[in-house]
Each structure stands twice: as C-alpha cells, then as structure tokens.
C-alpha cells in the first residue's frame, strides 16, 4: 500500500480558464499526484468548472462572491494532508519541489512556511523577490535556508496545521499584503518561515486587471498590517513610508480614505507583536524607528 499524500495543492482561480488549464496540466504530470483543490472565486459562467472537468480528481470548490486570498482559506479546510502548497492559476509546481518540501517541513518541526524559488517565464528568470529573500538578514539558527518575517503566497508550502492555528488570511485585504499579515501571526505563534531555494515553482504571469485599484487596494493594506500588529512608534514611520510610496504610484488620498474608513475594525483586531518578531519585521525592513 502507498503512503498517503502529504502535500496538497490549493490553486486559486478567477475568470482566466487558460491559465487554469495549463495550471491543472502541470500539476497532472507531477511525480507526487497531489491531491488538488481549486477555489474558483465567484467566476462568471461555468468556464473553470469546464476546465477542472477535464482532469480526473481534481476537486472543484466555488465561492459564490469573490474572496481574493481568502478564497485559499476553502481550500485549506478540504485537505487532509499534513502540509499545503499554494498556487495562482498561473504558477505551478516543479517536478520533485513538493517532495523536498514535505521533506524539509518533516524534519524542521518549527518551520510554518517554505517560500519557494520562484522562476518566471519561458526563459525561467528568477523572482527579483527571491534574491531579497536569499539576502534576509535575520540569522538562520539552524534552519535549512534564511529565515523570513513573510513569504510569497502564490509559491509557499506550509504547515496545514499552522496555517490553520493562524487563522489563514485575513478577508477584508482581499489581495495585497495578505501574506504579510498572515506571517506575522504565525511568527507571534512561534513558527519559523524560510526561503529554501531547492523547492521551485514556476510563474507565467497573466495580463495584471484593474492596476489602479490593485495598487490602492495593496497601500491601504499596508496601513492596516502596519496598525494591526506594529507597535505605535514603527507604525506611525511604517503609515510615512507607506503614504511616500502612495504618493509616488498616485493612489495616496484614496487609499488613505479607505484605511482609514476600516480604523475602528482595525482598533478592535489590533494586536501587539512579541518583541522578537518586531525585531526581526525591523531588521528585514531598515526600519529604524
């Protein structure tokens, strides 16, 4: 008898059916067969029901409004495997990279989260923010790679267990910065995050929708991770940097009205770091505050 899987595969798609199929594709010829769960958010139509019809066992679950990242959250709730890869419509895994996660995760318990290597494109170039990542200066304490404060959330393998205890993402981000505020809870739980460079995936960007709103949507994000979690002092230099950052891609006013729209839900689900994670998140962003 095999051993059962242990890692499955959430893919989280909307409205892009042929990015959806060469998705299911790649994972169908991977050694592992992962069991894959793909969270079909709010698409108009039958279009990515058509598609996950063509590859058997592949288990299709519909939202019926559109959660962003906290679609994966469905996913993660029908897996049974001990550890969870994440995918976008348009990423899939390498050949063998689940099997070194799994192995990774199975002998470092207080890793939460591998960030894969992260190639992208027909000519395979590396993610600039896996060269950042590679840099981390936080020391590695006998983990297998750099430790992180966050990871790519298209292109992690996780602990289901500790994704779970999180709490996964937070709805009201949507998209943008989501990852951010989920790896600061699981630091404060005490779980470590690393980039391990032998786990790849792959990454064929789609066309980006609506990039003014994206843009918006990931500055008020910042805000609210930064009056969420940071203590007081680096929150008001965070709100600074944020708001310069805003300025210059010009969406500082509305996203500034929309952070500020959601400041009493942000006042009630405000919590304070450990010490230790707030260091690390200072080390990792130059923040001298």
């Keep these: 008898m095999s051993a059962p899987p242990r890692v499955g595969v959430v893919v989280l798609t909307h409205e ?3 990015e959806l199929e060469r998705c299911l594709q790649r994972l169908g010829a991977l050694p ?4 894959v769960v793909v969270v079909d958010n709010a698409s108009r139509g039958d279009t990515a029901a058509a598609v996950v019809a063509r590859h058997a066992g592949v288990e299709l679950l519909r939202s019926p409004v559109n959660l962003g990242a ?7 709730a029908r897996l049974a495997t001990p550890y969870v890869a994440f995918c976008d419509d348009d990423t899939w895994w390498a050949a063998g990279a689940l099997t070194r996660a799994a192995d990774l995760l199975d002998a470092h318990a207080r890793i939460g989260a591998l960030s894969a290597r992260v190639l992208v494109g027909a000519d395979d170039r590396l993610d600039p923010t896996c060269v950042a990542m590679a840099a981390s200066p936080l020391p590695a304490d006998g983990l297998p790679g750099p430790r992180l404060v966050s990871f790519m959330a298209g292109a992690v393998v996780m602990r289901t267990r500790a994704f779970r205890e999180a709490g996964g993402y937070e709805p009201r981000f949507f998209l943008g910065a989501e990852e951010a505020l989920l790896a600061l809870d699981l630091a404060a739980a005490g779980w470590a995050m690393v980039y391990a460079d032998e786990v790849v995936t ?3 960007p789609s066309p980006a929708r609506d990039v003014g709103l ?5 500055m008020r994000n910042r805000l609210w991770l930064a009056w969420l979690r940071l203590p007081w002092r680096l929150a008001w230099h965070e709100t600074r940097v944020v708001l310069r950052d805003a300025r210059a891609a010009g969406v500082a006013q509305p996203a500034l009205r929309a952070a500020l729209a959601a400041l009493p839900w942000v006042l009630r689900h405000r919590r304070r770091l450990p010490e230790t994670v707030v260091e690390a998140w200072r080390r990792v962003h130059h923040a001298g505050a």
Excluded: S, Y
């Design 70 to 76: 906290a679609g994966r959250n469905l996913g993660v």
């Design 32 to 35: 592992e067969a992962p069991p």
């Design 16 to 18: 892009r059916p042929a």
């Design 202 to 204: 792959h990454h064929h």
């Design 214 to 218: 994206r843009r918006r949507v990931l």
